[in-house]
């Protein structure tokens, strides 16, 4: 048996939607930039150049109806709304046209993100993860096995803040769409069982403070609530 020297760590997990199973969480990666309105108004032209990735700990999942702490030194914490892929079968090289065998479910997710930091990073050309890899940061609500909704491809996506909608798009406006965005992160990464994809966000992300409730939804996936506090 082995002897750890500290405590280890719980294995992160997003509950199975209507079953008593989890997933459990291994890495969590985020694509950048990846609906063209959102990429404008973040200053970049929503070219077709290859996708982009960061990556979130594991240990960033919250779930639905969870706090969200409004984290430390930032003044400008932005919601970003997102459709989740979570990997069921890994794989290196995924070819599109197999990407979706690779796919366990989908679920309503959230990339929290210390804008201020995240910005002054980006313009220094150093990395993201104090923008973007805090505690708590990965707000991710119960995933809804494929087996049970299939692939969804089209369907609404919004968030709104305390009732008043913020975002909302078409997952089909998606620049690089879940199997495309499969075969180019399986060439980056071998992907494996209990790996999230964060696919991106569509425009109007913007602000919260502590007290605003935050719900998200896409149509054949679900929804997501989360407070500020
Ligand atoms: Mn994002």
């Given at each position: 048996m082995t002897k750890y020297a500290v405590a280890p760590m719980e294995l992160p997990a997003v509950a199975v939607a209507d079953s008593d199973e989890v997933f459990p969480v291994r890495r969590i990666y985020c694509v950048g930039r990846n609906y063209a309105e959102h990429a404008r108004e973040m200053g970049s032209d929503p070219d077709r150049d290859p996708p982009f990735f960061?990556?979130?700990?594991?240990?960033?999942i919250i779930a639905d109806g969870a706090d969200f702490p409004y984290p430390s030194m930032s003044e400008n914490v932005h919601y970003e709304m997102e459709?989740?892929?979570?990997?069921?079968?890994?794989?290196?090289n995924i070819p599109q046209a197999k990407a979706n065998d690779h796919i366990f479910g989908y679920a309503?997710?959230?990339?929290?993100?210390?804008?201020?930091?995240?910005?002054?990073?980006?313009?220094?050309?150093r990395p993201w993860e104090i923008g973007k890899a805090f505690d708590d940061s990965a707000?991710?609500?119960?995933?809804?096995?494929?087996?049970?909704i299939g692939h969804p491809a089209t369907g609404d996506i919004w968030l709104k803040v305390n009732g008043e909608i913020k975002q909302t798009a078409d997952i089909a406006d998606?620049?690089?769409?879940?199997p495309e965005t499969i075969e180019y992160l399986s060439g980056l990464f071998e992907l494996q069982p209990g790996d999230l994809i964060y696919t991106g966000t569509p425009a109007g992300v913007g602000p919260i403070v502590a007290g605003d409730v935050m719900e998200g939804h896409i149509d054949g996936v679900g929804d997501i609530t989360i407070k500020v506090t």
């Open positions: 960061f990556m979130k700990p594991n240990n960033t459709l989740v892929v979570a990997i069921g079968t890994g794989g290196k309503c997710g959230l990339d929290m993100t210390r804008r201020d930091l995240q910005i002054g990073m980006r313009e220094k050309g707000p991710c609500a119960d995933i809804q096995p494929a087996s049970k998606l620049i690089w769409n879940v």
